[in-house]
């Protein structure tokens, strides 16, 4: 009676209605009480869930709301290899940063330095995991945080006893390292878990277990060392957020009791049949937001919703959690401080300069930026893509614009099978051209990219946009793109889905810094562009126009200018072209000094093989490194490499200076494979 008492009170409201909109599978919650065959009833006792398809389930059980609450929270993160002079050396560069920076200065106890430690040592070296797992496809990012982590006198062995209940559960031995961070207001935990298994096969956690078990074990180890929550620590808990600037457990509790109209009644002493102290705390969460200006009562104890409420106090809570995160890094103060709206289409365009740069959060490899708009106003702008945020200095200058919708890709590709395929869509005909065609995505994730396109085929279908034909067979109609776009439209408004901004770099370095520079910049552009009666932004301030003004006599100094005998400033006719040529020439003497080599400045040649040593992104765009004899050379490439360092490639011209690089052996491949075909059709 007593753990029914509690498992009514608490409610985590992560169980969704169906939304017919959207095509899903079952989520990780219903996944995991399927396993344990519960359903969301407690049985006789856990039960083991076998491994399948090379994917470790373990034995998953439900902490009960008695059991101390732990946040848990698990990213797995694929490693990746970078351009020239990468911190990380071969690669993996970001599993590099992320163990540096678990183990940094100050994080630790007393504001020492955080130590690493695994299932038996500690004090262990960053390098030694780093050359362990460098190489490895992914790894695994976990932070464990107990409510009352400071109780825990031995966190380490708490941490430890955790992954031993892990290891147990996916029956296989793991490498990881930790750190406990001490520097926020709750002690916690960081796990990085090698990509790996015992057997050396790629480490894949199953969904369920991810989102559910892991938790429940760390749970059940914080009871037995603190001792089961009281029912009055319970009924505290949830006190706390009748009044909370947050989106809480009431708040998801509150949207599903309201009907079509977000009206709710509670004029009953029992509504919803709950404890009496549940529903003290749902009327004085209603009577918060409707002081707050979120909700309005009329008739006493009946409440409309605000249609928007619950974005209004994420964006408080977001505002709050970053001006915790920034606090003390800028010296211009926070009180003008926006947080750059993520909803599809909601944001507006900014035109400023970058006054600070980090990372967004602990876990994962998203970071943030702070840009001060050229027309006023800081605005703290989270970033989805950590390469272009990594070109980028502080003082750079950027343009960051709302994502309007999504890209419609797989909508695209939806249309190309089918106009191959007299208008039907047919799964089986886009596994078959993904492998003829799209060779170059790895074996691995075909599959999953096939999925995708299914799952949105079935969404099309749900939404009446394709028919079904049965057999994965799709009629599709020719104005399905226009369609998907509106129905992807109605999903993001109806599901609040948050996106990444987009953002244009204009300039990597402050512009104030490039007046001097010999290579191509912002400025010569926008000097370019004002000669022709346009801008490259909407607006300016004074720092820029003196920048501008700076480069302009710079370059009529350097004879790449002129003031014209009208008084107006114009660019040489291969200024621009010249400027490219000096950057590309001075960053090529200096990798081929730092390399022992001889800079060759001459154009590539096409179908000639040579080694290659990175990739390096200039003004002009990205460019390869490569190594023939003694000699150092650069091409200007159409896309990022996939190639790896010192490996023997070859280019191959695709327009005026802008070559395609390709791996020499995959080339040889290719045509020996042609030319095995040649030699079929001649003996046919």
Known sequence: MFLDR??????????????????????????????LNRHGHRSSGPKKVKRRDGVYRGNSFAGMASAQRVVVKINPVKNKTKGVGSGA????????????????????????????????????????????????????????SPERGEDIEDFQGYIRKVMKCVERDLKVKLNWVGAIHYDTDDTHAHVIIQGRDGWGNDLVIGRDYIAFGIRARAQEIATELLGERSLDDIQKSIE?????????????????????????????????DKSAHYEASL???LRYLETAGLAKEDPPGVYTLSEDYQDVLYKIATRNDVTKQLYGRLEE??????????????????????????????????????????QGGKHYVPVGEPYSYERIDKGALVRVRPFDQSSGRADYNIVLIARQNDGIYDIEKHRSYIEKEQSYIDEDAREGYLASHIKRI????????????????????????????????????????????????????????????AKKTWLDKELYARSQKKSGVEQTDARLEKALEKRQDWLCANNLALIQSNGEFALRKSALRDLTVMEVHQEGKFLATKAGLKFNAQKVLSNQEFTYLGHTELESGKWAVVMRGSELQMARLDKAPEVEKGQKIVFNEIDRGTFQMKAAEQVKQQERAQNSDKDQEREL
């Open 283 to 285: 009327k004085g969460r």
């Open 333 to 374: 103060g926070l009180d003008d401080l926006e947080v750059y709206s993520l909803k599809a289409g909601e944001g507006s365009v900014i035109e400023g300069r970058v006054l600070d740069k980090g990372p967004a959060d602990e876990l994962t490899d998203r970071k943030y930026l702070v840009v001060e708009a050229l």
């Open 240 to 272: 706390k957020e009748v009044d909370a600037l947050r989106v809480t457990s009431l708040d998801r509790f509150i949207e599903r009791q309201a009907n079509e109209d977000r009206v709710v009644d509670v004029r009953k002493e029992n509504n919803f």
């Open 458 to 517: 079935e969404t099309l279908e749900k939404n009446d946009a394709v028919s079904d034909m049965g057999q994965g067979r799709y009629k599709v109609p020719d104005d399905v793109i226009e369609k998907g776009k509106e129905i992807s439209a109605k999903i993001n408004a109806r599901e609040r889905k948050r996106f990444y901004p987009k953002l244009d770099i204009l300039s990597h370095h402050a512009p104030e810094d490039l007046t001097d520079a």
């Open 89 to 144: 050396g071969s690669g993996a560069q970001n599993l590099y940063h992320h163990i540096h920076y678990i183990s940094r200065n100050k994080a630790g106890k007393d504001g020492d330095k955080a130590i690493l430690f695994n299932g038996e040592d500690e004090g262990l070296a960053r390098q030694e995991f780093f050359e362990l797992c460098k190489n490895d496809r992914h790894h695994f990012r976990m932070i464990i």
């Open 6 to 35: 509690l498992n009514n009170e608490e409610d985590t409201g992560e169980n969704s209605a169906a939304r017919p909109l959207v095509v899903t599978r079952d989520s990780p919650r219903k996944a995991f009480f399927k396993k």
